[in-house]
């Protein structure tokens, strides 16, 4: 007796026909354009963010007469102590040349210099 290609129970003729009309993906051959793109506007959220929490270093500074913010400062639930903790962090690997470990943003030159402007205190409290 020869059995018919159909004559699977009904469980395994679901699972093959999944398993063999499971379409591939395609790969995207992104442009270099593209990439760069893309590379500007993290660039650019990243300093839309950094110049976000300078505000709000500015307002610390403003009510506290100081910007010694300490790392567990969360009113608000604003998340600056810990945003001045990663600060601080970048700074340190900056300083020592380490690479960064996987905490962000990366400080430029520019942007240190802001915090400086504000008096921002880089050892760690």
């Known amino acids: 007796m020869v059995k018919k290609k159909d004559s699977l129970p009904p469980k395994k003729q679901a699972t093959k026909k999944k398993a063999t009309g499971a379409k591939k993906?395609?790969?995207?051959?992104?442009?270099?354009?593209?990439?760069?793109?893309?590379?500007?506007?993290?660039?650019?959220?990243s300093n839309d963010d950094f110049n976000l929490r300078l505000e709000e270093c500015k307002k610390f500074r403003?009510?506290?007469?100081?910007?010694?913010?300490?790392?567990?400062?969360?009113?608000?639930?604003?998340?600056?102590?810990?945003?001045?903790?990663?600060?601080?962090?970048?700074?340190?690997?900056?300083?020592?040349?380490?690479?960064?470990?996987?905490?962000?943003?990366f400080l430029s030159e520019n942007m240190i210099a802001k915090l400086n402007e504000l008096g921002f205190n880089w050892k760690t409290l």
């Open 62 to 105: 403003d009510e506290h007469g100081h910007c010694m913010i300490p790392n567990n400062y969360n009113e608000n639930k604003s998340g600056l102590g810990f945003w001045a903790q990663m600060m601080r962090h970048n700074y340190q690997c900056k300083k020592a040349e380490q690479p960064h470990s996987q905490i962000k943003p």
């Open 25 to 45: 993906k395609k790969k995207t051959n992104k442009t270099v354009k593209e990439i760069q793109t893309k590379k500007k506007d993290v660039t650019q959220d």
